[in-house]
């Protein structure tokens, strides 16, 4: 009986093995990946300065959980992350991302910039290897989210001069 019950656990551990899929990322794999990640202040994220956030899931199911997180290179490959294997749980065709940067080393706070897309990508299942996240070949762009101080200080100079144009 014991021998069954070890062999019917085996079995759950590797039908939940089969159950995920996994995808490789990284912005650099010439010639069909380079997608320089740029800010879009002019700045080119580096080292530890910044961390990639990945969030997704299955293909159509609308649900972004974290995935993963990864840093960048510096000096000439400034712009570049350090390329990892992600897996998605309960993917085995394809999985949708997005793309968030942080400032700094983790995801604590609200992303410091955000891309306005939608990756779908093909996941491989085991014993399949994982295929690269599509990424293109062109310089990726993350729009900068202004810090709410800096739009309470922008609404306040503006409520301050509509109150001295009403005075006068």
């Not at 019950?5 to 089969?18: F, G, K, N, R």
């Not at 299955?58 to 997180?69: C, D, E, H, I, V």
């Not at 294997?85 to 940067?101: N, Q, R």
């Not at 604590?108 to 910039?113: I, K, R």
Request: hydrophobic content about 40%; aromatic content about 8%; glycine content about 12%.
């Amino acid at each position: 009986m014991k021998k069954l019950i070890l062999a019917a656990a085996a079995l759950m551990v590797s039908l939940a093995a089969y159950g995920q899929g996994q995808f490789v990322f990284n912005n650099r794999i010439p010639p069909d990946v380079t997608a320089q990640f740029k800010l879009s202040d002019g700045t080119i994220p580096q080292g530890t300065d910044y961390t990639v956030q990945l969030l997704g899931g299955p293909t159509g199911s609308g649900t972004f959980n974290q995935l993963a997180t990864t840093d960048f290179r510096t000096g000439a490959a400034a712009g570049y992350v350090n390329g990892i294997t992600v897996t998605v749980p309960g993917a085995t065709t394809s999985a949708d991302v997005k793309l968030a940067i942080f400032k700094g080393v983790g995801t604590a706070g609200s992303a410091y910039a955000t891309l306005n897309q939608t990756f779908t990508t093909p996941v491989g299942v085991a014993p399949n290897p994982p295929p690269n996240m599509p990424l293109g070949t062109s310089a990726l762009t993350f729009q900068v989210i202004p810090e709410p101080t800096t739009l309470a200080l922008g609404l306040l100079g503006l409520g301050s001069l509509l109150f001295i144009r009403r005075r006068k």
